[in-house]
């Protein structure tokens, strides 16, 4: 079906007073398939750069440009819906229950990854060191992060909490503060001030993609902590780094909604597509925090 459904059609509703008369039924629509072709060559090439396949940058590479393509025509097709009076109030309620189920999937996919950390350091781990040492290597310890077997990780040391960690928690929860500061203004219908508390909230979710990125560069020539540090490395960069993605692609929904308000779009009591990007932005918040806490103080 059509741009109706999915993340991006949740993202980019809002607008018009709910007074269509009927309930939209989109027709057939092909940003599915399209979005499908997307995430295959998107994965396909992810894997090959990971597993150091030179050729891996070319289907990355399209499949990243083909996902930008789909999110413009799917996002522009729900705009052009909405701003059209298509929609009632049903309509929108649908929207918030599949917003609400895409940000539910997001829980169970970082859950995963907060899983997985915790098998290895709290239950893997210490089961190891009730184990005969001589059954794994001379001299092994239960200590946090774990070199693995002598000469099979490089050493390297891990990122404390001080200061980028700290700075960048510091830069994401203000920036919570301040879109709902611009929310409100929404509410209360001063565009030019939501506008501005946007952008602040766009300077701050960008600041901490760029201090992220200084992070990973430090890490990797200071630290020597890479992918494969062991589980410690695979792990850190897997919840960072998908957390780091999660900031940019909310960032990104955010500068659409910004853009959207300076063209005359939303109202104070229809606004979704402001609600829905704010939905997820407050969920990167709520994980930056416990990734903070976790990862970078236990």
């Avoid at 109706?4 to 008369?21: E, I, L, Y």
């Avoid at 083909?66 to 522009?76: A, D, K, P, S």
């Avoid at 994401?172 to 565009?191: I, W």
């Avoid at 992220?212 to 919840?239: C, K, P, V, W």
């Amino acid at each position: 079906m059509a741009g109706a459904h999915g993340a991006g059609a949740h993202a980019a509703h809002g607008g018009h007073d709910m007074t269509a008369p009927h309930y939209y039924v989109p027709a057939p629509s092909n940003w599915p398939m399209v979005g499908m072709i997307a995430m295959i060559f998107t994965g396909f090439g992810a894997s090959m750069v990971v597993n150091k396949n030179p050729l891996g940058w070319l289907p990355l590479a399209l499949g990243f440009a083909v996902l930008i393509y789909m999110l413009r025509g799917w996002f522009g097709a729900v705009i052009g819906e909405s701003e059209g009076g298509q929609y009632n109030r049903k309509i929108d309620v649908s929207f918030r229950w599949g917003m609400s189920w895409f940000i539910f999937s997001e829980v169970m996919f970082f859950a995963s990854f907060f899983g997985a950390l915790f098998y290895a350091r709290v239950i893997t781990l210490p089961s190891l060191g009730d184990i005969d040492h001589r059954l794994l290597w001379p001299d092994f310890a239960v200590t946090w992060p774990h070199l693995g077997p002598a000469g099979v990780v490089e050493e390297f040391s891990r990122l404390g909490p001080f200061w980028l960690p700290t700075i960048n928690t510091i830069l994401l929860v203000t920036s919570g503060f301040t879109l709902t500061v611009a929310h409100h203004a929404l509410r209360a219908g001063n565009r030019a001030k939501t506008i501005s508390w946007l952008w602040v909230t766009l300077l701050l979710g960008f600041a901490f993609v760029c201090v992220q990125a200084y992070e990973y560069m430090h890490a990797y020539s200071d630290l020597n902590l890479r992918l494969t540090s062991g589980i410690f490395g695979s792990t850190f960069y897997m919840l960072t780094g998908f957390h780091g993605l999660h900031v940019l692609i909310g960032a990104i929904m955010l500068t659409v909604v910004t853009f959207r308000l300076m063209r005359g779009h939303f109202t104070p009591n229809q606004h979704f597509g402001f609600e829905a990007a704010a939905w997820y932005w407050h969920f990167v918040d709520v994980v930056w925090i416990g990734l903070y806490i976790i990862v970078y103080w236990l």
